[in-house]
């Protein structure tokens, strides 16, 4: 585990907002994490070097200049979800300006009336996904019932579906092009950019006006930097870029990703609007304004 008394307090460099909104954190009770960081390091041969546990990366983010947090986790079988979310509902009425994409499985006995409950909190924004680890698809039938109740509600939907750094056959660009096919005003969030299939995911942007993507994991230089198609195209798609650190569950500092976006020298709009107003503005599009936290 990190010693957080020999963090330094870092001032964020360049032109990033006095606070930042990190719009793609992971937080899991602690034995689910050990599960995870242990899973990590055997089936990817990635080891997880910010080993903190929920209140702990709270903490470091917000010495990080870190403001408002939103976190996720996920089910990975049938009965997981209920247990996560009790969790979830807890730590969100004792913590301040943090909000959530809440777990949910299609496996689960009466799974979209216990998700119905869920999302009713005020600062649970909606619901992860993450295709790669649960194994279906995103256009899986059992999740429809799941898609109708996010926009009965104004919630949305956080996807894991691009293939990298890892893929298998129930990620990639043509399987969630299936499902927006469906349903094409889906009210959603693309992890990592959709990395790999960085050029289709980025298409989708110009006919789909409610899909939003996050950076996290797309800018570790040492990973050969996932994304390679130029500060233009981020310039151009600016108001739908969220800010993600992926944070505790990556293989380098966390600080490498933000430096390796500042060194790009966008405009000072690009980072005010990534870094902050665009996740500001889906929060107060997706959570009730006036919500008491205990």
Same mark, same amino acid.
């Given at each position: 585990?990190?010693?957080?008394?020999?963090?330094?307090?870092?001032?964020?460099?360049?032109?990033?907002?006095?606070?930042?909104?990190?719009?793609?954190?992971?937080?899991?009770?602690?034995?689910?994490?050990?599960?995870?960081?242990?899973?990590? @390091?055997?089936?990817?041969?990635?080891?997880?070097?910010?080993?903190?546990?929920?209140?702990? %990366?709270?903490?470091?983010?917000?010495?990080?200049?870190?403001?408002?947090?939103? !976190? /996720?986790?996920?089910?990975?079988?049938?009965?997981?979800?209920?247990?996560?979310?009790?969790?979830?509902?807890?730590?969100?009425?004792?913590?301040?300006?943090?909000? %959530?994409?809440?777990?949910?499985?299609?496996?689960?006995?009466?799974?979209?009336?216990?998700?119905?409950?869920?999302?009713?909190?005020?600062?649970?924004?909606?619901?992860?996904?993450?295709?790669?680890?649960?194994?279906?698809?995103?256009?899986?039938?059992?999740?429809?019932?799941?898609? @109708?109740?996010? =926009?009965?509600?104004?919630?949305?939907?956080?996807?894991?579906?691009?293939?990298?750094?890892?893929?298998?056959?129930?990620?990639?660009?043509?399987?969630?092009?299936?499902?927006?096919?469906?349903?094409?005003?889906?009210?959603?969030?693309?992890?990592? =950019?959709?990395?790999?299939?960085?050029?289709?995911?980025?298409?989708?942007?110009?006919?789909?006006?409610?899909?939003?993507?996050?950076?996290?994991? %797309?800018?570790?230089?040492?990973?050969?930097?996932?994304?390679?198609?130029?500060?233009?195209?981020?310039?151009?798609?600016?108001?739908?870029?969220? !800010?993600? /650190?992926?944070?505790?569950?990556?293989?380098?500092?966390?600080?490498? @990703?933000?430096? %390796?976006?500042?060194?790009?020298?966008? /405009?000072?709009?690009?980072?005010?609007?990534?870094?902050?107003?665009?996740?500001?503005?889906?929060?107060?599009?997706? /959570?009730?304004?006036?919500?008491?936290?205990?």
């Amino acid at each position: 585990m990190e010693d957080l008394s020999v963090m330094k307090n870092d001032v964020l460099r360049g032109p990033l907002p006095e606070k930042i909104i990190d719009f793609h954190v992971h937080l899991f009770p602690d034995k689910l994490f050990d599960a995870i960081w242990t899973y990590f @390091e055997k089936d990817y041969g990635m080891d997880v070097i910010h080993r903190l546990y929920a209140n702990q %990366c709270i903490e470091y983010l917000r010495t990080k200049g870190v403001g408002t947090i939103v !976190y /996720s986790n996920y089910a990975h079988k049938k009965g997981v979800a209920p247990y996560l979310n009790t969790w979830n509902r807890e730590l969100l009425d004792r913590t301040e300006d943090v909000y %959530c994409f809440a777990a949910f499985h299609p496996d689960d006995d009466n799974a979209l009336e216990k998700a119905r409950d869920i999302a009713r909190h005020p600062k649970v924004l909606g619901f992860k996904l993450q295709l790669l680890v649960q194994r279906f698809y995103p256009h899986d039938e059992r999740l429809y019932g799941l898609y @109708e109740m996010a =926009m009965e509600m104004n919630k949305r939907i956080l996807f894991h579906v691009g293939t990298g750094p890892v893929g298998n056959k129930y990620v990639g660009f043509d399987n969630f092009n299936k499902l927006l096919k469906r349903y094409p005003g889906l009210p959603a969030n693309i992890a990592h =950019m959709g990395a790999l299939e960085f050029r289709e995911f980025f298409d989708l942007l110009d006919v789909h006006d409610r899909l939003y993507f996050d950076t996290a994991f %797309c800018f570790l230089p040492r990973t050969a930097q996932m994304y390679n198609l130029g500060g233009d195209l981020l310039e151009h798609y600016k108001d739908r870029l969220l !800010y993600g /650190s992926d944070f505790p569950n990556i293989i380098f500092p966390a600080e490498e @990703e933000i430096d %390796c976006l500042v060194r790009m020298e966008l /405009s000072k709009e690009f980072y005010e609007r990534v870094f902050y107003t665009n996740g500001r503005h889906l929060i107060s599009q997706h /959570s009730p304004e006036n919500h008491q936290v205990i």
